[in-house]
């Protein structure tokens, strides 16, 4: 009589190896939706921030003045660019200390041409930093009527 250990061995390792492939799809899909819910919850901070930055903007009537109602620090310039803070991996504003430091998010605001006397027009925007390079989150644009100073 023949033995059936050899067929009851091989019968195991093919489970096995069915089981040691569902858990790593699993394991792959667990990975996906972590990666997944990161950058979700990136996009609705940089969502906040920028409604924030925008309604502080549309209240001041000035760019630089708005983003540092809205965020707390005094935003840098650079021409052509527009006035802009840097955020570190905890969305925390980067002080300019002077310190080269590497940010991960950048909001930036910059003044844009509405074509109408008396309307004010201002393009917000959030970016996140990845292997060096700029990748938009969220941006909007707003406008506001511009007062002539005598409270008209």
């Known amino acids: 009589m023949k033995s059936k250990a050899p067929l009851l ?20 899909a667990f990975v996906k939706s972590d990666a ?24 001041t ?15 840098k310039e650079r021409d ?9 991996g905890d969305w925390m504003p980067l002080p300019d ?3 080269v430091r590497e940010s991960s998010y950048t909001l930036r605001a910059a003044e844009v041409d509405s074509g109408v006397d008396g309307l004010g027009k201002a393009a917000v925007e959030a970016f996140a930093w990845e292997a060096g390079e700029m990748k938009s989150l969220f941006a909007i644009e707003i ?7 005598d409270g008209r």
């Open 36 to 59: 997944v819910s990161r950058r979700s919850g990136d996009r609705d901070r940089a969502v906040v921030l920028c409604q924030s930055a925008a309604e502080a903007i549309r209240h």
């Open 143 to 149: 406008a506001w009527q511009e007062g002539d100073g």
């Open 97 to 99: 200390d002077g310190r």
């Open 80 to 88: 052509g660019f527009g006035c802009f803070v840097n955020y570190d």
């Open 61 to 75: 009537g000035d760019v630089e003045e708005g983003l540092e109602l809205a965020c707390g620090t005094p935003p």
């Open 9 to 28: 061995l091989m019968e195991q390792m093919v489970m096995l190896l069915v089981f040691a492939l569902a858990a790593a799809l699993c394991l792959q």
